[in-house]
């Protein structure tokens, strides 16, 4: 079981990496590192989030994203805005880059849903999305 599962794992990180990059469009996916790809995840998720709101959902320190975010800064990912209630805060949004990106990843994900759900007869659909739902739910505990 574990040799298939990693087996798994692993050809659905590949698939998934060939769908988006064939997408890039110049959203510079290849560019990016996991953790990089998880800021820009976090920051699209939470609107326009302090730093301390991205450390909370990632669950790392607010040093490290405070490097993550100033890398991605450099990069053309994401701006830095000053907080206007309290001067001492700063509020992350995503560029022009940065939500291109994130509409790659969708039209990825949407694409190998499509291709995912075109290798499955209608009962193994359902009882594929009943078993990753259940998996979900186990690995959010």
């Known amino acids: ?32 590192t996991i953790s990089q790809f998880q800021y820009i995840n976090a920051i699209h998720e939470l609107g326009r989030p302090a730093f301390s709101e991205i450390a909370d959902k990632l669950r790392i320190t607010k040093a490290s994203v405070t490097a993550g975010i100033n890398r991605l800064i450099d990069l053309g990912y994401v701006i830095k805005i000053r907080s206007s209630q309290d001067k001492r805060v700063f509020h992350v949004s995503l560029t022009a880059t940065g939500r291109s990106l994130i509409a790659a990843k969708y039209k990825a994900l949407n694409q190998y849903g499509e291709f995912v759900a075109a290798a499955l007869t209608e009962e193994e659909a359902r009882q594929f999305e009943h078993t990753l739902t259940k998996l979900v739910g186990l690995f959010k505990q």
């Open 1 to 32: 079981m574990e040799k298939l599962l990693l087996e798994f794992i692993n050809t659905l990180d590949l698939s998934l990496k060939n769908f988006q990059e064939a997408l890039d469009d110049e959203s510079g996916f290849s560019r990016l």
